[in-house]
């Protein structure tokens, strides 16, 4: 059964790809399957990841670079994370852009994910995603996730390109960047600069990044752009390529992709070991443990190490 969404999927057909995705997502019985048929019949696509603030304007962005992509003839898979908050499960913020193309379009297909529905972790997530949309045959995979941790510098670890999407907003002043964002552009976006306050924004970073050496030979660029009125946006995917030349100029495609893989190994790995640990009995014995902790029987590092001797013993590697 699983073979047969592969098959059809890697021959173009939409519905096993929405199927597919489904099943990735959801880490569903046999998708692991369909992964590794599919990786089998991929072509690298160009992977572009836009990150930001919700709000800073990356969908209607995503909108405007699929519009210049398509009228070249790219085809396009995009994967957006859809900010969920663990309090009230909904959404941050009611004014999002929604991601659309021509119902006809078939070289476009668009999947948004809620960031506490993947299971197992964003990045790991849309990374299968877009192993998915390269088995489908999609030239450019747009991988668009908010900005606020952890996951997007990982989301960045497999993207070829990643586009930190600002805006000239108040607030949103350079000091206030979390560190790790502003190591993961490769590309800048200044967005909604429609608005006043874009051009100082542009010399701010300009000056702050003037004060870190720039490792990789790569200086960031700094576009001052309007996703809505679709101003500059040829120039960001402009950047993008010149990026992408940089990248070739210093690296071989082959050990891109090479280092790329390492990730998704590692990933997978830890993925796999963690399922593995807490479906063994370890997981059911937590809440007992919990209790021993509570009472002071044991502490946190304690029983970690116990539970790990324990899963070693199972796994038959016993030190
Ligand atoms: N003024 C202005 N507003 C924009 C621009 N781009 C997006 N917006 C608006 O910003 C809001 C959030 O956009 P959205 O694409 O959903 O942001 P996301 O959360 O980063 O994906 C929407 O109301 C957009 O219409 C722009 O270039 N200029
Ligand atoms: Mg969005």
């Known amino acids: ?38 990786f089998r019949n991929r072509k690298p696509a160009v992977r572009i990841g836009l990150t930001g603030a919700p709000g800073s304007g990356k969908s209607t962005l995503v909108n405007a670079m699929i519009k210049l992509l398509r009228a070249e003839g790219k085809t396009i898979g995009v994967v957006a994370v859809d900010p969920t908050s663990p309090f009230t499960g909904g959404a941050l913020l009611g004014d999002r852009v929604r991601i659309t193309t021509s119902e006809s379009d078939e070289g476009v297909f668009i999947r948004s994910m809620a960031s506490r529905g993947a299971v197992g972790g964003i990045a790991e997530a849309t990374d299968d995603v877009a192993v998915l949309f390269e088995a489908s045959g999609k030239e450019y995979v747009l991988i668009e996730t908010v900005g606020v941790g952890q996951a997007e510098v990982d989301v960045a670890a497999s993207a070829d390109t990643t586009v930190l999407v600002l805006t000239p907003e108040a607030g949103d002043s350079v000091q206030t960047l979390k560190a790790g964002l502003m190591e993961v552009a490769d590309v800048f976006a200044i967005n909604k600069s429609d608005r006043p306050g874009a051009e100082r924004m542009a010399l701010d970073i300009r000056s702050m ?25 040829d120039e960001l995917i402009d950047e993008i390529a010149k990026h992408r030349e940089h990248l070739a100029s210093c690296t071989s495609a082959a050990d891109r992709e090479r280092t790329y893989l390492v990730v998704k190994l590692k990933r997978a790995v830890e993925r796999m070991l963690k399922n593995d ?3 063994g009995p370890d997981g059911s014995a937590l809440e007992k443990i919990a209790d021993d902790i509570a009472d002071g029987t044991t502490t946190p590092y304690a029983a970690a190490r116990q539970i790990l001797d324990r899963y070693r013993a199972r796994s038959g590697q016993g030190e």
């Open 277 to 279: 640990l807490w479906r």
């Open 1 to 38: 059964m699983t073979y047969d969404l592969a098959e059809k999927l890697v021959n173009g057909d939409r519905l096993a790809l929405a199927k597919a995705i489904t099943l990735v997502e959801n880490r569903a019985h046999g998708h692991e399957d369909i992964l590794e048929e599919c």
């Open 209 to 233: 990044l003037e004060m870190r050496a720039s490792e990789k030979g790569w200086t960031p660029p700094i576009i001052c752009m309007s996703a809505i009125r679709g101003e500059k946006v």
